[in-house]
C-alpha cells in the first residue's frame, strides 16, 4: 500500500494531508490579549482527561508559512496540531520526515529498559559519535522519559517494571527529532534530520480488544519495527546455562511470551493494513533483537562476532553487520529457534538480526548490578535503521575487505 503524503499524527497515528492540520491561537500571556483557555474536548477524549486540556481553541487556516492569524483574536500562531485529536505536531516534526519505529516483545523482552538506555545513548555516546543531538518535541515526552525511564533506571538503578497492557495503563508515544550534521569531503556541511517516535506495545495488547485499533494503526503508521526477544525464552538458549539465570517467569507456558507468536501476530495485522497479496514480502523493514546477550556471551566462541565491540566511527560497517547477523542466524539455528528466522525471510523484504544487551550485566535482586548500567549494542538496531533512511553511511574497511 501506498502510503499518502501528509504528516502522521504521532500520538493517535492518523495520517493528515498538510491543508488538514490545525493551529492553535497562542493564547494569553503577560500583556499579549490573545483567546483565552477553553476545554479542548477532543484533546480531553484522547488524554481520558481534562487535566491539562483546557488550552487556547484550535482553528483552521491554510498555514503555508507554517504560520497563520487566530481568527478571532488576529494574532500569529505557529502552534499546529492534530485535527483527529487535537495534540500538538511541533514544527520541527512537521517539516522533518517522521519515522516512526514501532517497537514490540514478548513480556519479558525488556522493552522499557531499552528505550531508557537507547535514548541515553543517543543524547550522549552515541549522539557524539554521530555528531547529532536529540531533542523531546513535546513537554510529555521529556517528563514521561524522566519520569518512567531515566530517573528509575538511570539514577535510581532500579530495575523497570514490565510493560502492563494499554487496556490498564494507557500509554503516549515518545516523540524526538534527531539531527545529524553531515559533512562531505568537497560539500559544505548539512543537517539531516527526522523525527522518531518509539511506542512501546505489550505482546498481549495485539490481541486485546479494547486496544487493537490504536495498536493496528500504529503498526500501519511505523516505518519499521524494531522486536524484542528475551533469548531465554527459548528453550535451546537455556541449555548448557546451568545456574546462571533463571528462566523468566512461565517461560514456555504463556504464549505471549513466545516470540515468534508476537512475531506472526504483528505480522498478521500488517497484512491487513497494508493490503500485500499471499506470499508477498511487507516492504516494512525489521531489527530483530536477542538481548540479554550479556548472558550467553560466556558460551560463545572466542571469535564470535558478538564478542567484538562496534567500532565507534559515525558510520555503520557493514562488514560487522553481516557477521552479527550472521553469528545470530547461527545461534538461532543451534537452539531450534530456525523457524524465527525462516519466518522473517518469509513475511519480510527486508530484516536483519542483532545481539545487544541494555544493561550489560545480569541485574541483583531487582536493581542494576553493581558496576551500573554498562549497554552493548544497544545503538545497533536503530544505526541500521538510519542506515536503511538514508541517515547513516555505510562501508565496509578495507582492512577487512578480504575477510
Not at 318 to 335: G, N
Request: aromatic share 6%.
Amino acid at each position: 500500500m501506498t502510503r499518502s503524503r501528509g504528516v502522521t499524527c504521532p500520538y493517535c497515528f492518523a495520517s493528515v494531508a498538510p491543508q488538514r492540520i490545525l493551529f492553535r491561537c497562542r493564547g494569553q500571556a503577560g500583556r499579549r490579549q490573545g483567546c483565552a483557555p477553553v476545554l479542548d474536548k477532543a484533546l480531553a477524549a484522547y488524554t481520558g482527561s481534562t487535566a491539562g486540556a483546557s488550552l487556547p481553541p484550535v482553528f483552521a487556516a491554510s498555514g503555508r508559512k507554517g504560520r497563520a492569524d487566530c481568527p478571532d483574536c488576529d494574532l500569529p500562531t505557529g502552534n499546529r496540531a492534530c485535527p483527529e485529536c487535537h495534540n500538538p505536531l511541533p514544527s520541527a516534526y512537521c517539516d522533518s520526515p517522521g519515522r516512526i519505529v514501532a517497537l514490540v516483545g514478548a513480556k519479558n523482552a525488556g522493552k522499557s529498559t531499552y528505550i531508557a538506555v537507547l535514548l541515553h545513548e543517543l543524547m550522549n555516546r552515541v549522539g557524539t559519535e554521530l555528531d547529532a543531538s536529540l531533542v523531546a518535541c513535546d513537554d510529555r515526552t521529556i517528563e514521561r522519559y524522566k519520569r518512567d525511564f531515566a530517573r528509575p533506571l538511570l539514577e535510581e538503578r532500579r530495575l523497570l517494571p514490565t510493560t502492563a497492557s494499554a487496556a490498564t495503563a494507557p500509554r503516549e508515544p515518545l516523540v524526538y527529532l534527531l539531527t545529524r550534521t553531515r559533512r562531505g569531503r568537497f560539500s559544505r556541511a548539512r543537517n539531516d534530520s527526522l523525527a522518531l517516535v518509539l511506542f512501546d506495545t505489550a505482546g498481549e495488547d495485539l490481541r486485546s480488544r479494547e486496544v487493537t485499533d490504536l495498536h493496528l494503526r500504529y503498526l500501519e503508521a511505523a516505518d519499521a519495527i524494531i522486536f524484542l526477544v528475551d533469548p531465554l525464552e527459548l528453550p535451546g538458549a537455556r541449555t548448557g546455562l546451568r545456574d546462571a539465570v533463571a528462566a523468566p517467569p512461565g517461560a514456555g507456558d504463556d504464549p505471549d511470551s513466545e516470540p515468534l507468536n508476537v512475531i506472526a501476530r504483528v505480522t498478521e495485522a500488517l497484512r491487513l493494513r497494508h493490503g500485500t497479496r499471499p506470499g508477498e514480502p511487507l516492504p516494512v523493514p525489521v531489527a530483530v533483537a536477542l538481548t540479554k546477550i550479556d548472558v550467553l556471551r560466556p558460551g560463545l566462541l572466542s571469535q564470535s562476532a558478538l564478542h567484538r565491540s562496534r567500532s565507534g566511527t559515525g558510520v555503520l560497517d557493514l562488514d560487522d553487520r553481516d557477521a552479527v547477523d550472521e553469528q545470530v542466524r547461527a545461534l538461532l539455528h543451534d537452539w531450534r529457534a530456525g523457524q524465527l528466522d525462516t519466518y522473517l525471510g518469509q513475511q519480510y523484504a527486508d530484516h536483519a538480526l542483532f545481539g545487544l544487551s541494555a544493561l550489560g550485566a545480569v541485574p541483583d535482586d531487582g536493581r542494576v548490578g553493581a558496576g551500573g548500567v554498562r549497554p552493548y549494542r544497544a545503538e545497533d538496531p536503530l544505526l541500521w535503521l538510519l542506515y536503511r533512511f538514508g541517515m547513516l553511511d555505510g562501508v565496509r574497511p578495507e582492512s577487512r575487505s578480504g575477510g
